[in-house]
């Protein structure tokens, strides 16, 4: 499917060429080289910053945010792992935070 897109896509940029040619060749005068430049170079700047702008520098953050769903108190689905006993705990405490204070105190008393 990516072969026959960009197949497409040269067919038809081959395509605009030659009409442009064609025009050009129909449509010749001497001012005709001030609009032709103008176009190249426009073009090749608009290229030069598509490319640019996609090679800019991204970082991959180690920490993130993000919402638990809390049932009544507990997490809808909270995992042990065994080799991530650390990561375990923090989710397990922060169940403990989505408890209800009014179940918390009932069971004390």
Same mark, same amino acid.
């Given at each position: 499917?990516?072969? /026959?897109?960009?197949?497409?896509?040269?067919?038809?940029? /081959?395509?605009?060429?030659?009409?442009?040619?064609?025009?050009?060749?129909?449509?010749?005068?001497?001012?005709?080289?001030?609009?032709?430049?103008?176009?190249?170079?426009?073009?090749?700047? /608009?290229?030069?910053?598509?490319?640019?702008?996609?090679?800019?520098?991204?970082?991959?953050?180690?920490?993130?945010?993000?919402?638990?769903?809390?049932?009544?108190?507990?997490?809808?689905?909270?995992?042990?792992?065994?080799?991530?006993?650390?990561?375990?705990?923090?989710?397990?405490?922060?169940?403990?935070?989505?408890?209800?204070?009014?179940?918390?105190?009932?069971?004390?008393?």
């Amino acid at each position: 499917m990516a072969v /026959a897109l960009l197949v497409a896509a040269v067919l038809g940029g /081959a395509l605009l060429l030659v009409a442009a040619i064609l025009l050009c060749f129909l449509n010749y005068s001497e001012k005709l080289w001030g609009p032709i430049v103008s176009i190249v170079l426009g073009g090749t700047v /608009a290229a030069i910053i598509a490319v640019a702008s996609g090679l800019k520098e991204t970082r991959v953050e180690q920490g993130f945010a993000t919402s638990v769903v809390l049932d009544h108190g507990l997490a809808a689905f909270l995992p042990f792992d065994v080799t991530a006993q650390k990561l375990s705990m923090r989710l397990s405490s922060l169940a403990s935070l989505g408890d209800p204070l009014s179940r918390r105190t009932a069971t004390r008393c």
